[in-house]
């Protein structure tokens, strides 16, 4: 293995990784009683890095964001830690609408196996989107966008984060795996209309684009709610190949993450001793972009 290509990975080993697809209700204190059972399912099952999915403890919704909005520090967060602690786990638990001062945020916390909180994400992309016809939503509206990359330490390796929308930008997943991540996890809620097209087509682009395995779990899907989850949670492995995956039914999904894999996809295909920097350098330093996405150089 080439100097470069291990300098890409920090000390890694293999881990079973469990995506909990919940199904999740109008009623919180349900929603967090069955996260809690369904994390220590998972480690039962052998689980070492359990995820759940995006507003877990809440209907997702703008509407619905400031009614379950809660501190940091809070029963959602209390709950987390405890399950992670119980499980003996790293917990990765999903997202729920934190509210900070005066502004709304899509949190992820994670928790190690003694239960302590090793990291936190907001939602650095909101889901601002209008297709006519099909379906309109503004997370603007009612949250607050994070300003931060985040990736968390555990016994196994490096994990980078990020929340659903946040998949569409493959810095971020690029980042992670530049500063060593062996996997990407996004807890993720997209909808009918983006599910069928985009889910597992993104989870495969991240993981084939910086050759690390690439997770992300769904709620299940609920019609009768006003908001309709594709589901779907899928493992996908640094080749671009999916390894484990769902429907849209309330399940745990599983899969052993093996770091050699990471390191033997880039010993056969070197991307990270090709890369062009002394031509391509960094877009953000050297493009200004105005409020249409359009780009112009300094």
Not at 46 to 68: D, I, K
Not at 124 to 139: M, Q
Not at 167 to 186: L, N, Q, S
């Amino acid at each position: 293995m080439s100097t470069a290509a291990q300098t890409m990975l920090s000390p890694a080993s293999p881990f079973k990784l469990a995506l909990v697809q919940l199904a999740v209700t109008a009623e919180k204190t349900h929603n967090l009683k069955h996260a809690h059972d369904k994390i220590l399912e998972a480690g039962r099952n052998g689980a070492n890095v359990v995820v759940l999915p995006e507003c877990f403890n809440s209907p997702y919704g703008t509407n619905y964001f400031p009614e379950y909005a809660e501190p940091l520090q809070g029963p959602t967060t209390t709950m987390l830690s405890q399950a992670a602690k119980e499980a003996g786990v790293y917990l990765i638990g999903g997202s729920f609408p934190e509210k900070k001062d005066d502004i709304i945020l899509n949190t992820l916390t994670a928790y190690d196996p003694q239960g302590n909180m090793i990291g936190t994400h907001h939602k650095v992309h909101l889901f601002d989107i209008d297709i006519p016809g099909k379906i309109t939503f503004k997370e603007s509206d009612t949250l607050t966008a994070g300003a931060s990359l985040t990736q968390i330490e555990t016994e196994y390796g490096k994990i980078g984060l990020g929340i659903c929308y946040d998949m569409r930008f493959p810095e971020m997943a690029t980042v992670a795996a530049r500063k060593g991540c062996v996997a990407m996890i996004y807890p993720g809620a997209f909808n009918m209309t983006t599910g069928p097209l985009h889910w597992e087509l993104l989870q495969r682009a991240r993981a084939v684009d910086n050759q690390m395995y690439v997770a992300a779990c769904s709620p299940a899907r609920d019609t009768s709610a006003n908001y309709h989850a594709w589901g779907h949670s899928t493992i996908v492995d640094p080749k671009g190949v999916v390894i484990a995956t769902s429907d849209e039914n309330e399940t745990i999904v599983y899969a052993d993450v093996d770091p050699e894999q990471v390191q033997s996809t880039r010993e056969f295909i070197p991307l990270y001793n090709q890369r062009r920097f002394d031509i391509y350098g960094d877009v953000a330093e050297t493009v200004n972009v105005d409020s249409q996405g359009n780009g112009r150089k300094k």
